[in-house]
């Protein structure tokens, strides 16, 4: 049993910066890894990054490669994404989501547990 509440989302300007911030609570040692995904309208669920706990590598897709960075805080157990450099195409709903056997790392087919999702509106 684990929970995620995403935090963090609001409207920002084109060009601008925004940080999210995932919660985790419950069975949090059982995490494997931890990815975000974004959801735009009549769109499916886009893979964005994944932090994995046993190796701690980190993965990106090209289209946020250097813009956006996923964190973990031990201390607040959260886990976060940085993004910069914002684009009115970043426009979706944001998910955390967390794994303990994924049977794909890079898609939602994968994870066991979704936050709520928390909304991104980039303005040009």
């Known amino acids: 049993q684990v929970q995620l509440v995403e935090s963090g989302g609001g409207l920002v300007q084109a060009g601008g910066s925004l940080r999210l911030s995932c919660a985790a609570s419950g069975r949090t040692f059982t995490i494997i890894a931890v990815g975000w995904f974004r959801q735009a309208p009549g769109k499916e669920r886009e893979f964005l990054t994944a932090?994995?706990?046993?190796?701690?590598?980190?993965y990106y897709a090209d289209s946020v490669k250097g813009r956006f960075t996923i964190s973990r805080d031990n201390a607040k157990n959260t886990v976060d994404l940085q993004m910069n450099s914002l684009e009115p195409e970043d426009t979706a709903v944001y998910y955390c989501?967390?794994?303990?056997?994924?049977?794909?790392?890079?898609?939602?087919?994968?994870?066991?547990?979704w936050g709520q999702g928390t909304q991104v509106t980039v303005s040009s």
């Open positions: 932090f994995r706990w046993t190796s701690g590598n980190t």
């Open positions: 989501a967390a794994a303990i056997n994924p049977s794909n790392w890079y898609g939602p087919s994968g994870y066991n547990y």
